[in-house]
T-cell receptor, first 112, second 113 residues
């Protein structure tokens, strides 16, 4: 089975721009979670989608949003980028939001 | 105070040593406990998954959970240079988690030949 894939792998943006990241879950997995990883804060939960519905959300500003499509693929969007948004963005998939989550390789975002 | 505390290390051991990695937590609702391994510039890879208290063994890896003490451990026997990575503990409370894992800060492990 193919693993979780994320595109793009690397991205450089400037402050004020917006960015869209994509995640394709493992085939058959309907839940997709997104995390932000930084050296200072570690891995922090952004949100989770299941059957195109956001079921859970972490403590991030409204500039961070996401969506899920009928094929379970998910996108996250960050608007009005700030320097502090530079991070590794990881998505993880699971069958139904169960605890066994499998992570993709991440998208490394650098905001200049 | 963070919900999950993990000593960031770094931890450096010789090849063949037994490694002990630990996390403590404060949320008594946590029921599911995981250990992930993350190599540099890669996504986390699931190593061990346990439910509630007890031990679980898989090859050179043993995970222990003590819910009464809110303490979990990962032991690596006969450590190898290929075990050099960051180890992350993660946990969730199923009833309200909906895909949310709470992670420790990660422990950087180096196994030198």
């Amino acid at each position: 089975k193919a693993g979780v894939t994320q595109t793009p792998r690397y991205l450089i943006k400037t402050r004020g721009q917006q960015v869209t990241l994509s995640c394709s879950p493992i085939s058959g997995h309907r839940s997709v979670s997104w995390y932000q990883q930084t050296p200072g804060q570690g891995l922090q939960f952004l949100f989770e989608y299941f059957s195109e519905t956001q079921r859970n959300k972490g403590n991030f500003p409204g500039r961070f949003s996401g969506r899920q499509f009928s094929n379970s693929r998910s996108e996250m969007n960050v608007s009005t980028l700030e320097l502090g948004d530079s991070a590794l963005y990881l998505c993880a998939s699971s069958l139904s939001g169960s605890e066994t989550q499998y992570f993709g390789p991440g998208t490394r975002l650098l905001v200049l | 105070q963070k919900e999950v505390e993990q000593d960031p290390g770094p931890l450096s051991v010789p090849e063949g040593a037994i490694v002990s990695l630990n996390c403590t937590y404060s949320n008594s609702a946590f029921q599911y406990f995981m250990w992930y391994r993350q190599y540099s510039r890669k996504g986390p890879e699931l190593l061990m998954y346990t439910y509630s208290s007890g031990n679980k063994e898989d090859g050179r890896f043993t995970a222990q959970v003590d819910k009464s003490s809110k303490y979990i451990s990962l032991f690596i026997r006969d450590s190898q240079p290929s075990d050099s990575a960051t180890y992350l503990c993660a946990m969730s409370a199923r009833a309200s988690s909906y895909g949310k894992l709470t992670f420790g800060q990660g422990t950087i492990l180096t196994v030198h030949p």
